[in-house]
């Protein structure tokens, strides 16, 4: 007789991968964190992909506005294998986003490894926003669509892709597929993409991550765990999904990306990476903007979207929307 299966990786307790590769999901989970609304918005979900059974969460201002909303995308994190658009924190931290940036907020969710390795996660998110674009020629062809987005309410020229640490990675990948004007999402128009601490990896550590500085929910071990996770199998973390520089990876010089503000807290173990990162683009000439927020670890926004910090994130976004609107 075999042994029984035993757990050969555990998520945060989220996640269970066995011995015999049987993956179990436990339905109850004890969060460390609760809504926080303050009831300035309001929200309902949608259906956007039939066929994989995919819903995301639709977010306006309670209060009326003369002036259209623009729309902004939030992809949330967890290192592709974990979180969804009901996580307290993801709801919360969408309810502010709307609120705060007076913005219609879109918040999908994706397949998550290790049932759907990448790039299943990549395939939803493009599929989220191409159902933004059917939503938009339907609202421009008199019906059909969903109401929050007709009668001229909504700005479908100015659309900003918002993603926290594997949806920042997310983002930087619609970036580089959709291309400077996004025209093959016309009618709509992507503006610039806010990358909350993206989720990158490579093979080759940064200082930052072999020397700390140590995260209570986030280190190397757990980081290397979701991309032995996420990414397709045999491949390590330097896979172009994982690493946007990698040997592999697609030569963004020649590519006209759309802008990008980088977000990235002072005490993050990605921070070097992520940093890296940003100096890049620079050199190649990419529009970037990054700001470090000093003494702030994995997640401060999401985590505490109301807070002063939550405050001047909200800021920065709402000031590189005004920058790139037009």
């Known amino acids: 007789m075999g042994s029984l299966p035993h757990i050969v990786e555990d998520c945060f307790g989220i996640v269970l991968v066995y011995s015999d590769g049987s993956i179990s999901r436990p339905s109850d989970i004890n969060f460390p964190m609760k809504v926080q609304d303050d009831g300035s918005a309001v929200w309902k979900d949608c259906l956007f992909d039939k066929k994989h059974n995919l819903h995301l969460r639709l977010y306006k201002p309670r209060s009326p506005s003369t002036a259209k909303l623009p729309i902004v995308f939030f992809f949330h994190g967890g290192g592709f294998c974990i979180c969804s658009r009901t996580w307290p924190n993801c709801h919360s931290c969408c309810l502010r986003l709307s609120s705060g940036l007076h913005a219609l907020v879109v918040a999908p969710d994706y397949r998550l490894a290790p049932e759907h390795r990448l790039p299943a996660a990549m395939e939803d998110a493009v599929s989220s926003v191409e159902w933004l674009r059917n939503q938009a020629l339907l609202s421009n062809s008199g019906g059909g669509g969903d109401g929050w987005f007709a009668n001229g309410g909504v700005d479908f020229?100015?659309?900003?892709?918002?993603?926290?640490?594997?949806?920042?990675?997310?983002?930087?990948?619609?970036?580089?597929?959709?291309?400077?004007?996004?025209?093959?999402?016309?009618?709509?128009?992507?503006?610039?993409?806010?990358?909350?601490?993206?989720?990158?990896?490579?093979?080759?550590?940064?200082?930052?991550?072999?020397?700390?500085?140590?995260?209570?929910?986030?280190?190397?071990?757990?980081?290397?765990?979701?991309?032995?996770?996420?990414?397709?199998?045999?491949?390590?973390?330097?896979?172009?999904?994982?690493?946007?520089?990698?040997?592999?990876?697609?030569?963004?010089?020649?590519?006209?990306?759309?802008?990008?503000?980088?977000?990235?807290?002072?005490?993050?173990?990605?921070?070097?990476?992520?940093?890296?990162?940003?100096?890049?683009?620079?050199?190649?000439?990419?529009?970037?903007?990054?700001?470090?927020?000093?003494?702030?670890?994995?997640?401060?926004?999401?985590?505490?979207?109301?807070?002063?910090?939550?405050?001047?994130?909200?800021?920065?976004i709402q000031n590189f929307m005004l920058k790139n609107s037009h």
């Open 157 to 316: 020229d100015r659309v900003f892709i918002v993603g926290d640490s594997s949806g920042g990675n997310l983002a930087h990948h619609l970036a580089v597929q959709l291309r400077r004007g996004s025209p093959d999402l016309a009618p709509i128009r992507v503006r610039g993409y806010v990358l909350m601490a993206p989720f990158f990896g490579g093979t080759v550590r940064t200082k930052s991550e072999e020397e700390g500085p140590l995260e209570p929910f986030l280190n190397l071990e757990i980081l290397d765990r979701f991309w032995r996770l996420s990414l397709p199998e045999g491949n390590n973390s330097d896979h172009p999904w994982a690493n946007p520089f990698g040997p592999e990876s697609p030569r963004l010089d020649s590519i006209k990306l759309d802008p990008i503000l980088v977000l990235v807290g002072g005490r993050e173990v990605m921070k070097d990476r992520i940093d890296n990162y940003s100096k890049k683009l620079k050199e190649m000439g990419k529009e970037v903007d990054y700001i470090e927020y000093q003494g702030m670890q994995h997640g401060f926004f999401v985590n505490e979207p109301f807070s002063e910090v939550g405050n001047k994130v909200l800021e920065e």
